[in-house]
């Protein structure tokens, strides 16, 4: 999963991916960990400043966690492609804390339609699928059981790999790349 700052112009001027399958990273991000998510790896690399006109653009449906970094850290928007269950009540979270969170919770719109929805939502799937495939082997409240049998067709068939005889940097091998 990855995620995007952009900036009131509408230009990228940071990302972040999710490095929690791999054993090294870059320097002030996090590797290796349940919280290296791409919107904490993103965040990592933003300095002090006002970010209230800027968005965050995520692949995926930002948890609870994000979301509260994304708050600290002060960018007001939140747009995201694919939905996430788990984690879609919190944007409800200011109500429960209106005077502490209200004023800077960030605004929050997805998912997208259309085709980045649903790869937004079917990449998840898809690295479950091929990192812990235990952890989807069985219908679970993790991820919708559809999705994740989406995920595998995706997976066995081998249509997220580049066609054979290209140079071409395949879904499948991005999902291995540890850089």
């Known amino acids: 999963m990855g995620a995007v700052l952009v900036d009131p112009d509408g230009q990228i ?3 972040g991916r999710n490095r929690r399958a791999d054993e090294a990273g870059l320097l002030g991000q996090i590797s290796g960990a349940a919280i290296a ?13 006002d970010y209230r006109d800027w968005t965050l653009r995520s692949s ?23 939905a996430d269950p788990l984690w ?6 200011p109500a ?35 990192h812990k495939p235990e952890s989807v082997a069985e ?11 989406l995920a595998r067709g995706c997976v066995t068939t081998g249509i997220l790999d580049a066609p054979s005889g290209t140079d071409a940097y395949s879904l499948a091998s991005a999902l291995h790349h540890r850089g």
């Open 88 to 93: 879609d009540g919190c944007a409800q979270v």
């Open 60 to 82: 995926l449906q930002p948890c609870l966690l994000c979301l509260s970094a994304v708050r600290v850290g002060g960018v007001g928007h939140v747009s995201y492609a694919g």
């Open 37 to 49: 998510h791409a919107e904490i790896n993103l965040l990592a690399q933003l300095g002090h400043g």
């Open 139 to 149: 219908p679970t409240d993790l991820l919708p059981w559809a999705t994740v049998q």
């Open 96 to 130: 429960l804390l209106p005077e502490l969170l209200s004023s800077r919770w960030p605004t929050t719109t997805g998912p997208a339609e259309g085709m980045d929805g649903v790869w937004g939502a079917l990449l998840p799937a898809i690295w479950y699928v091929v």
């Open 13 to 15: 001027v940071l990302a």
